[in-house]
């Protein structure tokens, strides 16, 4: 079964940094681009970026650029989303999703919870 | 980036009616790379539409997509309970985007 499976749920404070985590399972990992989707408390879907396993070519929605870091390791079939210093604003919910061979996103992880609160 | 608007906001219904669903882009969509997901309370969005009129697997057949260009509509044809959701539409070329989402909600 293909599955992306996301760490658990962060509770941090302003200023501190963060890195979840999203592992793929289930196909070759290396062969499909992974991408991050926000959703902010009762708000909708906003594209983050994006990022080939294979070889690490990583593509920003000009929202997010400077703003995280998108990673990924091949070696542990696992992706990554980072921040250096967090904000109040990025709370919400975190999405890992599969870009399928013809462009849609196919797969979706149960998502991450971040709360950023002083 | 193209921009996508979705209307209505909210779509009030009762189980067994039609609903019908919009997605207007601010520029034309390349080769209808345009899917339709559903999100339920608490959970992750759904693949249901792709290339604007293909059902994902173990999709329904009464969820349709159509359209081309800068409009795109998904028709629910016949609701059922489980079908109240929220459904976003998403282009997905070269720099993807979300729609603000339709709210289904039982009238």
């Known amino acids: 079964e293909v599955q992306l499976v996301q760490s658990g749920a962060e509770v941090k404070k302003p200023g501190e940094s963060l890195k979840i985590s999203c592992k793929g399972s289930?196909?070759?990992?290396?062969?499909?681009?992974i991408g991050w989707v926000r959703q902010m408390p009762g708000k909708g879907l906003e594209w983050m970026g994006i990022i080939y396993p294979g070889d690490s070519d990583t593509r920003y929605s000009p929202s997010f650029q400077g703003q995280v870091t998108i990673s990924a390791d091949k070696s542990i079939s696992t992706a990554y989303l980072q921040w250096s210093s967090l904000k109040a604003s990025d709370t919400a919910m975190y999405y890992c999703?599969?870009?399928?061979?013809?462009?849609?996103?196919?797969?979706w992880g149960k998502g991450t919870t971040v709360t950023v609160s002083s | 980036e193209i921009v996508l608007t979705q209307s209505p906001g909210t779509l009030s219904l009762s189980p067994g009616e039609r609903a019908t669903l919009s997605c207007r882009a601010s520029q034309s969509v390349s080769s209808s790379y345009l899917a339709w997901y559903q999100q339920k309370p608490g959970q992750a969005p759904r693949l249901l539409i792709y290339?604007?009129?293909s059902r994902a697997t173990g999709i329904p057949d009464r969820f349709s997509g159509s359209g081309s260009g800068t409009d795109f509509t998904l028709t629910i044809s016949r609701l059922e309970p489980e079908d109240f959701a929220v459904y976003y539409c998403?282009?997905?070329?070269?720099?993807?985007?979300f729609g603000g989402g339709t709210k289904v909600e039982i009238k």
């Open positions: 999703v599969r870009r399928s061979y013809y462009y849609y996103m196919d797969v």
């Open positions: 290339g604007a009129s």
């Open positions: 289930g196909y070759s990992f290396t062969s499909y681009w």
């Open positions: 998403q282009q997905y070329g070269s720099s993807p985007s």
